[in-house]
């Protein structure tokens, strides 16, 4: 059903709600990685004030790096700039959506 439906979508990724990066997120992205070659890993932190513009996403990539005591590799994650957009369609729909919110700080 999936490759019948969103035939012309591709999975580049995966995301996570909070601050930090936890131990875990590496080992999610290795699953992900069977499915894509280098899967994006976005951090949406939910708690964060409205002071900032924009929404508050990071995206981190993996890299391989030489650890420094015993020159093994092991698996970290970079910081990629990233911007987050929508098609003209899809903000149509919020617009519909949020026409029906009397607060307007929701």
Same mark, same amino acid.
């Given at each position: 059903m999936?490759?019948?439906?969103?035939?012309?979508?591709?999975i580049?990724?995966f995301?996570?709600? $909070?601050?930090?990066?936890?131990?875990?997120?590496?080992? +999610?992205?290795?699953? @992900?990685?069977?499915?894509?070659?280098?899967? *994006?890993?976005?951090?949406?932190d939910i708690?964060?004030?409205?002071?900032?513009?924009g929404?508050?996403?990071?995206?981190?990539?993996?890299?391989?790096?030489?650890?420094?005591? $015993?020159?093994?590799?092991?698996?970290v994650f970079?910081? +990629?700039?990233?911007? @987050?957009?929508?098609?003209?369609?899809?903000? *149509?729909?919020?617009?519909?959506?949020?026409r029906?919110i009397?607060?307007?700080?929701?």
């Open positions: 999936l490759q019948r439906i969103n035939v012309r979508e591709k580049v990724g995301y996570s709600t $909070g601050p930090l990066i936890k131990p875990a997120d590496l080992d +999610i992205a290795d699953l @992900v990685s069977n499915y894509c070659q280098k899967p *994006v890993f976005a951090l949406i708690r964060a004030q409205r002071e900032e513009e929404l508050p996403v990071k995206a981190y990539t993996t890299v391989e790096k030489v650890s420094e005591s $015993g020159g093994e590799t092991e698996k970079k910081y +990629i700039r990233s911007e @987050v957009g929508a098609f003209d369609a899809e903000e *149509v729909g919020v617009e519909h959506l949020l029906d009397n607060d307007a700080s929701t």
